[in-house]
């Protein structure tokens, strides 16, 4: 695939930055003009892990790698205690940092995925995500990126876009190629903190904020809401995990000139193209070439030619006639629907099942409370009860008593926490509640 002949055609008329990456204007000359030597023994067929984020020289590499033919591992330095299983995983004979390149002897092939040996015969390149694995094991997604790649053949607006998710993020990728194949710049961040998002975004006037709810919410109470936000701020796009109702009410008022889009997508099938209601609501239209969808059960059903190729250590997640359960249960209104949670969400008490997320939305009604998490436990008399996680704001109090009086008054019985522990609630490194 001839990635640079068609990022030329794209940028030959354009004099602004390709990227801006350590306070440095990078333009796509200058990536041209880096040197692929350390690339030399890189064949087609070669499975690398490519350690990097989005700066200059990870993306040259990222680009030539695809052009050379070979299947990419994207991965960060933050993961790096997992870097050798995910070589066992996909069979990588190649690690690539930098301009550094270390190969990985392996005795032989006999045992490379069924999955890898099928994309190579057809002589496609390939690259292969990691789940976060909040549920499990992390599953290596395989794709192939002459399918990924037809996503950004229709010319869109091009935008100056802070890149937030991660280089071995799905989402993190479909940002940089969005915005490239369309002749826009990528901001790269060094710190994920609010104040040093929001400073970068001044400073390069940024115009599209993609981000996480869990980085809102921050961002609410960071007090930088509105003074810090730029002029120059059109988007704030939002996805990976569930948003509330609390925190997007709450931010599309105070930013009442950002437009509020939320996204959806899946590892398995890439970043689908949505479209909000409205800008403070979370109901939303799923569209795209190729998408189909239907809804089974309250559960979201997808199927789409673009999907991936297969997981490589899991058994395939569609049916004999190509549906995916998202496990995602769903409320509808009219072409439009909401996620409410997810079906491993589901807490059954005494045969009634609401969502923990609709424990966790009461909790974030607070104003003392920053982030919630609720669960399952089993319980001998009804089967399951409900237990909640709760991080307070800074310099907020507030008594068990308190609390769990407030639950009494907002919550049916059956939904009341039957135990309720104050604690700092983790963010992975993707900036999802973990």
């Known amino acids: 695939m001839q990635i640079f002949k068609k990022l030329k055609e794209v940028w030959k008329d354009l004099d602004h930055p390709f990227i801006i990456s350590d306070n440095r204007e990078k333009y796509f000359n200058d990536l ?13 067929g070669d499975i690398v892990l490519l350690i990097g984020d989005f700066d200059d020289i990870t993306l040259f590499n990222f680009f030539k790698l695809i052009e050379i033919g070979a299947i990419i591992v994207p991965v960060i330095k933050e993961t790096k205690k997992e870097h050798k299983n995910y070589c066992l995983i996909t069979s990588a004979n190649k690690i690539i940092s930098g301009c550094k390149v270390d190969n990985i002897i392996k005795k032989n092939d006999i045992n490379e995925n069924i999955l890898l040996k099928k994309l190579k015969a057809k002589g496609n390149s390939g690259i292969i995500f990691f789940s976060s694995g909040t549920t499990g094991k992390p599953k290596a997604i395989l794709h192939d990126i002459n399918l ?3 996503r950004f053949n229709t010319p869109r607006k091009s935008y100056r876009t802070i890149n937030f998710l991660m280089f ?22 060094k710190s994920r903190k609010v104040k040093d998002v929001l400073d970068v975004c001044n400073k ?30 059109k988007i704030i796009s939002y996805g990976t995990e569930q948003m509330d109702e609390t925190t997007l009410t709450q931010i599309s008022k105070s930013l009442p000139n950002v437009d509020f889009r939320q996204t959806y997508g899946l590892s398995e099938f890439s970043v689908l193209r949505a479209k909000s209601k409205t800008r403070s609501s979370l109901f939303f239209k799923l ?39 998202t496990k995602d249960v769903v ?32 909790a974030l009604e607070n104003p003392k409370i920053l982030n919630a998490k609720a669960y399952a436990k089993s ?6 009860h409900v237990e909640i996680i709760i991080e307070l704001k800074k310099d907020q109090k507030i008594s068990l008593m308190e609390i769990k009086n407030y639950f009494k008054e907002k919550l049916s019985r059956h939904m009341n926490p039957q135990k309720i522990l104050f604690n700092k609630i983790k963010i992975s490194h993707r900036f999802k509640k973990k």
Do not use: C
């Not at 940089?176 to 901001?187: Q, S, V, Y």
């Not at 509808?332 to 424990?359: C, E, H, P, T, W």
């Not at 319980?379 to 399951?384: A, M």
């Open 168 to 189: 071995d993020h799905m989402g993190g990728i479909n940002t940089l190629l969005h915005t490239l194949f369309n002749g826009g710049t990528i901001i790269t961040l």
């Open 204 to 233: 390069f006037k940024v115009e599209v904020l993609p981000a996480t709810p869990t980085f809102l919410r921050m961002m609410l109470i960071s007090g930088f809401v509105p003074k810090k936000i730029p002029s120059s701020l």
């Open 379 to 384: 319980n001998p008399l009804t089967g399951e």
């Open 32 to 44: 041209l003009n880096i040197n692929s030597d350390h690339l030399n023994d890189v064949k087609k």
């Open 331 to 362: 409320e509808q209104n009219g072409d439009y629907i909401k996620i409410i949670g997810r079906k491993s969400n589901i807490i059954n008490v005494a045969g009634l099942k609401f969502m923990a997320s609709d424990v966790e939305n009461v």
């Open 148 to 150: 990924l790649f037809k």
């Open 287 to 325: 569209s795209g070439e190729g998408l189909e969808k239907k809804i089974y059960n309250k559960i979201l059903y997808l199927r789409s030619k673009y999907a991936m190729v297969g997981y490589l250590n899991d058994k395939s997640p569609f049916d004999s006639n190509g549906w995916y359960n």
